[in-house]
């Protein structure tokens, strides 16, 4: 897909007719519309810096009921929030950085957003802190989302979703897995392990050409790389992946 502007996508969100792409490079989330078989640059949100409207390296784009756009400012450790073209203050009920109103509770590299609208709440990872918050429409922080994490186990969440019965599903970097918990936070399993596909094979794969950049050797089965469930920085895989659970 050639994006207008867009140097290095690091993220994508369908939302109607329009597509946002987050680039590295500029810090700037742009906007598309489809316009038959190619995409319109409509808008820009955002520039390189730390100033207020500014963004410095965003993960992650939401779009809540009222159409606001709500952005991840992961390295400015804030989330920010704009209207299609405006960013809102405080002062208009929706917020720079949590800790402008919550004492002592700080957003810290927060990275993956997602809308739940059966509770009307936006889901945050916050990476920097290896926790799940939610917010309420209004930007209010409401609490932190409980999982059942074992005590002492590492746990570096970097994508979050959540389906129509209320199951949480989290990309996890440490363990290189797509966990899945119920709506109270108790695990449901994962997907991800090496051994998802065995090694030992019957009979013979069918031939892939694989790209050329790919200079060793893969294993086949059922038009599978043997490695495919070997992942790495696991990340916005989340919502596809889900049907299978």
Known sequence: LNFEGVKKPAFIKF????????????????????????????????????????????????????????VSDEQNSRIEVF???????????????????????????????????ERSTMAVIDSGTASLLSFDSDGNFTGEIKISIRKGEAFMPQSIYVDSM???????????????????????????????????????????????SQGFGLTTTNLFYGDDSRMSRSEEHTSELQSQF
């Open 83 to 117: 209207t299609y073209d405006v960013m809102f203050g405080r002062k208009t009920n929706y917020f720079m950085n949590i800790d402008e109103y919550e004492t002592n509770v700080y957003l810290k590299n927060p990275k993956s957003l997602f809308w739940v609208p």
């Open 166 to 212: 209320n199951h949480l599903y989290v990309a996890d970097n440490v363990s290189h897995k797509i966990l899945k918990f119920d709506d109270q936070g108790n695990s449901r399993g994962s997907i991800g392990s090496e051994s998802q596909f065995p090694v030992n094979r019957s009979t013979q794969p069918p031939t892939l050409v694989r790209p050329l």
């Open 15 to 70: 939302a109607g007719e329009y597509i946002y792409v987050i680039d590295l490079v500029t810090s700037i989330v742009f906007v598309y519309r489809r316009d038959g078989a190619t995409f319109k640059l409509v808008n820009r949100i955002g520039s390189q810096g730390v100033e207020q409207g500014q963004l410095n390296h965003p993960s992650s784009v939401a779009i809540d009921p009222k159409g606001l756009i709500w």
